[in-house]
């Protein structure tokens, strides 16, 4: 939201009052309070008829400072609340102290300074060392504002027909980027865009986002983590051009400004204050396969679906029923339809005991529609959300009558999970949360009194997938819940994991789909996926093949679409050649599976450190190169191994390798980065390069499904490693097995006792196959 027209004059019917001066500061226990007027004080008279702002500015813990600014004290403070800190709280060690430029506070490496110099409003972030300026509020930055503008200040006393404002101005520096703020498909620097974090089922096409999150992160080496749950708006150089403008509509608006320097440590921090992501098991990182959205299917059609995978050399590890497992007019009543799945505990015990799948995922959502079986008890126990005059809340869009699982009501929430229980007692393992953003938030009223419906509108995506996740976890183990969630806000990365939403089967959809995984994992998000093929529409066979290529390189991989399959010999009449479809997703499925134990021990480290596994954005591992910073069509596996998808159909693509030498996986040629190169590649290929002194364990060749033993006859390669150069290795439980450490020379191993069976060593690359190097061309 724009209050400006232009620098000289206020937006129309909006008024705008700034802090101009800092005019007292009040020191507490890890605090400073400041007084701010909003006009400068030469004399007495001049503190009378004239608002003022508070900032609070607080050592949160180390590293990272809060800045809360308040207008009226005495608006009450209704929540929901971000779940903040959910594993303790650091304890904090706060400075405070003056100097010639000014009132200091210290959290550790991070500092803000207030301004000694009478009658000005400056406030400059910096490390502690003072090396590094970060960022500053400096004049004019932070106000509040009135729509429509008021001609008396007399008007303030009747608010019900005028919105109030606060908003802050953060400077940017020149060359300055921008990223992160939830999943997010336009440009990958946020930098000249205006950005409302609002979750909204708007595609990937729009700018819209299925998951706002309230952080974005700095090339500086800082992050602004936004302490609201409700509706932010955000002028990224948009309003001012060196300025970053948060503002949102209340009385408090409050951030932590979090320290890196490295981007790592910053999203480190800011995992510590909204939470780790949670643990995946190792046979979610298998291939998921879907019936997809409106097709027809019943028991006959998934089994043929699994059997002609299993021809075609493709081991599918998890099967998914999408809406339809249910009968139409009737979601979500978590009752299958009976024409088409009578006996459903026993199909999908066949299917399991077949091998064709090892898992089943179902589809449901939070929406409950009146003509379905599980309406009439949610209704009359009141587990729906109500309109103020006591009718439950209903609509038409999506499903007949639908209502709202008012999940701020405990025993809604025990309700729904006693439903998933019973599709886990039918051999369901894994839930898809889907939907969860079309949020109402006028006329309605929620069990818990104390919510404000704006806030629950983003935050619903948060208190959803937690109750879906904690449901898995008391059935199946702490670490073995696994969600395929598309709503989001901050904090919802504790319930992993999330897709991307619904894409078309174009070349420039999977380019949207890449930015938006990118912007997500710079928001604290470690797993995510994608509709490989694109959703909507019918994927001609070439961009089905890049899509396989580049989904089989997500943290996890699923097939899925609205109206078509998305098994492979359904795209291309079944080409049965080395470049059809069936044959490139047998390639890269077993691809990924040869590199579960490198995915499953960097998921670990993905988790701890609160980084994405994939995808991975370059300057996370490469911060000090500036192009880095802009690279939206390329990303990290992991700390070692960079990708980057092809978008042509002629098989053509340039990328960038930073400062280094890289290996190529297919051929064990090198390059010498920084960079620009440019290949041509056949589908069963495309750039996909080693970092120097990596050490990579690959699974034994042939094996299928993403469940084996990940110590047992593999090969270890080491990609120009040097002494001290390490891999760890876990088990399929994920339990870390051991260290293979580089010790006295390239092929010199320390750790490999916990190896077993018939492994192997291989330096500057791994044993070949032939074929994958005779479709690459160097341009």
Request: charged share 25%.
């Amino acid at each position: 939201m724009k209050f400006r027209d232009g620098m000289w004059l206020p937006a129309e019917g909006v008024q705008t009052e700034y802090a101009e001066e800092v005019y007292e500061i009040a020191s507490k226990e890890n605090q400073l309070s400041l007084l701010c007027p909003t006009r400068k004080i030469f004399s007495r008279g001049d503190t009378l008829n004239r608002s003022t702002l508070t900032i609070d500015i607080e050592a949160a813990f180390d590293g990272v400072i809060s800045v809360e600014t308040t207008h009226w004290a005495g608006a009450a403070r209704r929540g929901p609340d971000f779940d903040l800190y959910p594993d303790g709280r650091p304890s904090v060690e706060a400075k405070i102290s003056k100097n010639d430029k000014g009132t200091v506070l210290s959290s550790g490496p991070l500092s803000a300074t207030i301004s000694a110099e009478e009658h000005s409003f400056d406030i400059r972030f910096h490390s502690s060392d003072g090396s590094k300026q970060l960022t500053s509020l400096l004049s004019r930055s932070v106000g509040l504002a009135y729509s429509p503008a008021t001609s008396n200040p007399m008007q303030t006393g009747d608010m019900r027909d005028t919105k109030h404002y606060i908003f802050t101005q953060t400077s940017l520096a020149v060359g300055e980027s921008v990223h992160g703020l939830g999943e997010r498909f336009g440009a990958f620097n946020k930098v000249g865009q205006s950005v409302q974090l609002w979750n909204a089922d708007g595609g990937t096409s729009s700018d819209q986002a299925y998951k706002n999150v309230s952080f974005w992160l700095s090339s500086k080496g800082y992050g602004i983590f936004i302490d609201t749950p409700g509706k932010v708006d955000l002028e990224i150089g948009s309003e001012r051009t060196n300025r970053v403008q948060t503002s949102i509509e209340g009385q408090r608006l409050k951030w932590y400004i979090i320290y890196g320097p490295t981007p790592k440590e910053v999203l480190k921090r800011y995992s510590i204050l909204t939470g780790r992501p949670g643990k995946v098991p190792s046979w979610s990182f298998g291939l998921w396969l879907s019936t997809s959205f409106t097709t027809n299917y019943d028991e006959a059609t998934v089994t043929s679906f699994l059997e002609g995978m299993k021809e075609r050399d493709t081991q599918v590890d998890v099967f998914h029923y999408d809406c339809f497992w249910m009968k139409a007019f009737k979601w979500t009543d978590f009752v299958f339809d009976s024409e088409r799945f009578p006996d459903p505990k026993a199909q999908i015990s066949r299917l399991k005991s077949s091998g064709l799948a090892n898992k089943v995922c179902v589809w449901i959502n939070p929406y409950i529609a009146q003509h379905g079986a599980a309406f009439e008890t949610a209704a009359k126990k009141g587990y729906l959300l109500k309109r103020k005059n006591g009718d439950i809340w209903q609509w038409d869009l999506w499903q007949g009558g639908m209502g709202l699982v008012d999940f701020t009501n405990p025993e809604a929430a025990k309700w729904y999970v006693e439903c998933l229980n019973g599709l886990f007692d039918k051999g369901v393992d894994a839930i898809k949360t889907d939907f969860g953003e079309r949020v109402p938030t006028l006329d309605v009223e929620w069990h818990d009194k104390t919510v404000d419906p704006h806030k629950m509108h983003n935050y619903y995506a948060f208190i959803y997938n937690k109750t879906v996740y904690e449901a898995l976890q008391a059935r199946f183990g702490k670490n073995e819940a696994v969600l395929f969630a598309r709503a989001a806000c901050a904090g919802t990365q504790r319930f992993p994991l999330q897709w991307g939403g619904d894409c078309e089967s174009t070349p420039e959809a999977m380019g949207e789909s890449v930015r938006g995984g990118l912007s997500l994992g710079l928001s604290g998000f470690a797993f995510w996926s994608v509709d490989i093929g694109g959703f909507e529409g019918y994927p001609p066979p070439w961009i089905y093949k890049r899509w396989v290529a580049f989904g089989l390189l997500c943290s996890h991989s699923r097939l899925h679409g609205s109206s078509s399959y998305r098994v492979p010999w359904t795209i291309d009449g079944d080409d049965g050649s080395e470049q059809g479809c069936s044959r490139t997703l047998a390639r890269w499925t077993a691809l990924k599976t040869r590199l579960m134990p490198y995915l499953l021990a960097q998921a670990a480290r993905a988790v701890d450190a609160g980084v994405p596994l994939s995808l991975r954005a370059v300057c996370l591992e490469f911060p000090d190169d500036p192009t880095s910073w802009f690279l939206d069509r390329q990303f990290m596996v992991g700390d070692n191994i960079l990708a980057a998808p092809i978008f042509d159909e002629s098989g053509e693509v340039e990328f960038y390798l930073p400062k280094g030498r890289w290996t190529c996986f297919f051929t064990n040629q090198t390059r010498e980065g920084p960079g620009w190169f440019r290949e041509k590649h056949g589908f069963g290929t495309l750039p996909l390069y080693v970092r120097e002194n990596s050490v990579l364990v690959l699974g034994k060749t042939g094996v299928r499904g993403a469940v084996y033993d990940y110590a047992a006859d593999v090969e270890v390669v080491l990609y120009h490693a040097q002494e001290g150069a390490s891999a760890d290795l876990h088990d399929k439980d994920g339990k870390e097995l051991g260290l293979l450490t580089v010790t006295g020379g390239e092929d010199k191993l320390s750790g490999t006792e916990i190896l077993t069976g018939d492994w192997s060593i291989s330096t500057n690359g791994r044993k070949l196959e032939q074929e994958y190097s005779e479709t690459i061309q160097w341009l």
